[in-house]
């Protein structure tokens, strides 16, 4: 089965801190995402990463940055978190073989900041 | 930029009623994506539609894409309870980069009643 993992399933933390939200897909997928998902909003492209090391904005980057070192691994790096960064964040991978390749989503992890 | 446009946003109907969903899109995208989240779980691919007059079927869910019209539906026959969720359709954005970011609309929250 395939499976995208995502480190935690609820997180706090104060304003100010640096947080880091692990993304895991044990698919060999070369494409993989960060979204936030908020109420009357939809889910929102923050980054994505086509392959190892390289990484381009979505809709709304700013605030965070993402990191990837390995294949399987995609990191969404809040530097120094705010209050309107609490949200649902969702990951989701897949492969770059063509149009009709499906995209899987991890469980989330719900972020407050306070 | 790509715009996605769903509606209704929120809509309730009866077990055993027939009703559609409608997501609009405002520039060319061939590839359209219709997702399911039940409450509290993360997000469940349903169709990938990837050329003009595209239909897919499963169980109750039929899709179809009109790229002329940059509408996608998702028809619901025979409603049945289970088939409550929010449901998303995303379309697709080519970064150039070799992966694609979908945006996605702000979803139709789905309430079917005995």
């Known amino acids: 089965d395939v499976k995208v993992t995502q480190s935690s399933r609820y997180l706090v933390k104060r304003t100010g801190e640096k947080v880091f939200l692990e993304c895991v897909q044990d698919?060999?997928?070369?494409?993989m995402f960060w979204y936030r998902q908020d109420p009357g909003l939809g889910l929102r492209l923050i980054y994505f990463?086509?392959?190892?090391?390289?990484?381009e904005k979505g809709d709304i980057p700013e605030g965070y940055s993402v990191s990837r070192e390995k294949k399987e691994r995609f990191s969404l790096i809040l530097e120094s978190a705010s209050t309107n960064q609490t949200s649902m964040y969702l990951c989701?991978?897949?492969?770059?073989?063509?149009?009709?390749?499906?995209?899987?989503f991890g469980s989330g992890t719900q972020l407050s900041v306070l | 930029e790509l715009k996605v446009e769903q509606n209704p946003l929120f809509l309730s109907m009866q077990e055993g009623k027939n009703y559609t969903i409608y997501c609009n899109y405002s520039?060319?995208?061939?590839?359209l994506y219709w997702y399911r989240q039940d409450p509290g779980k993360s997000l469940e691919s349903l169709f990938v539609?990837?050329?003009?007059?595209a239909v897919k079927q499963e169980g109750r869910l039929m899709a179809s894409l009109d790229t002329k019209a940059r509408l996608s539906t998702l028809h619901i026959t025979a409603a049945v309870h289970d088939l409550s969720a929010t449901y998303f359709c995303?379309?697709?954005?080519?970064?150039?980069?070799?992966?694609?970011?979908?945006?996605f609309g702000k979803g139709t929250h789905l309430i079917i009643q005995p």
């Open positions: 989701a991978s897949r492969h770059n073989r063509g149009p009709g390749e499906k995209l899987f």
């Open positions: 698919m060999d997928h070369e494409n």
């Open positions: 990463s086509y392959d190892v090391k390289m990484k």
């Open positions: 520039t060319t995208s061939d590839r």
């Open positions: 539609l990837l050329s003009n007059g």
């Open positions: 995303a379309g697709f954005m080519y970064s150039g980069g070799g992966a694609d970011g979908l945006t």
